[in-house]
């Protein structure tokens, strides 16, 4: 049940792409399309921006994307806007549990 | 309107015990897997505890194995969260949530800060 990796942080200019990865292994992120991600402005309770890798939820902007490739999955944020700059999480099933990622802090420059 | 509310936080002293309560309103709650999931001050997110529809089904994170229960009462609307056995590395913020279709939390609460100190 180790965490998910994720890097600490990435940054881009309003307009501009980002992608985050989350590395797990054939257990979780790799034996499962149930990857979700969430996104958390500070003291407040996340939300969720993907589910089942590459769906989102309604009222998400789609901007938002999810994808994966064998044990790593990704969000990429596009046309970056202020109001994306946040922390964000993946998340896994595993065999009998969750796994939460480590958590990326997207800054907009 | 669709929620879920936690109390029950606060300050307890190692080795102590706290129980977690989860009010949810606005669906059907008795049809949802719900869980437990905290965030240690500045850390990242862990889930803990999941439990089925009926209860009869629970699964927990190792590092609260035999210290924590979860449990509902779908009559009541209600999840809770027994922690017994505290420890300082137990403090966070403890969010409840509900698993839409069982593979994403849907629906947070606001969390409720647990505090493990003398």
């Known amino acids: 049940q180790s965490a998910l990796t994720q890097p600490r942080s990435v940054s881009g200019s309003p307009g501009q792409s980002v992608t985050i990865s989350c590395t797990g292994t054939?257990?979780?992120?790799?034996?499962?399309?149930?990857v979700s991600w969430y996104q958390q402005h500070p003291g407040k309770a996340p939300k969720p921006m993907i589910y089942?890798?590459?769906k989102r939820p309604s009222g998400v902007s789609d901007r938002f994307s999810g994808s994966k490739s064998g044990n790593t999955a990704s969000l990429t944020i596009s046309g970056l806007q202020t109001e994306d700059e946040a922390d964000y999480y993946c998340?896994?099933?595993?065999?009998?549990?969750?796994?939460f990622g480590t958590g990326t802090k997207v800054t907009v420059l | 309107e669709v929620s879920l509310v936690e109390s029950g936080g606060g300050l307890v002293q190692p080795g102590g015990s706290l129980r977690l309560s989860c009010a949810a309103s606005?669906?059907?709650?008795?049809?949802?897997?719900v869980a437990w999931v905290r965030q240690a001050p500045g850390e990242g997110l862990e889930w803990l505890a999941n439990i089925n529809q009926d209860g009869t089904t629970k699964y927990y994170v190792d590092s609260v194995k035999g210290r924590f229960t979860i449990s509902r009462d779908n009559a009541k609307n209600s999840l809770s969260l027994l922690m017994d056995s505290l420890r300082g590395e137990d403090t966070a913020v403890y969010y409840c949530?509900?698993?839409?279709?069982?593979?994403?939390?849907?629906?947070w609460g606001q969390g409720t800060l647990v505090t493990v100190s003398s």
């Open positions: 089942d890798v590459n």
């Open positions: 949530g509900r698993w839409g279709g069982g593979t994403w939390i849907d629906l």
């Open positions: 606005g669906f059907f709650f008795s049809n949802y897997w």
């Open positions: 998340c896994s099933r595993a065999p009998t549990s969750y796994v």
């Open positions: 054939s257990s979780d992120v790799g034996g499962y399309n149930y």
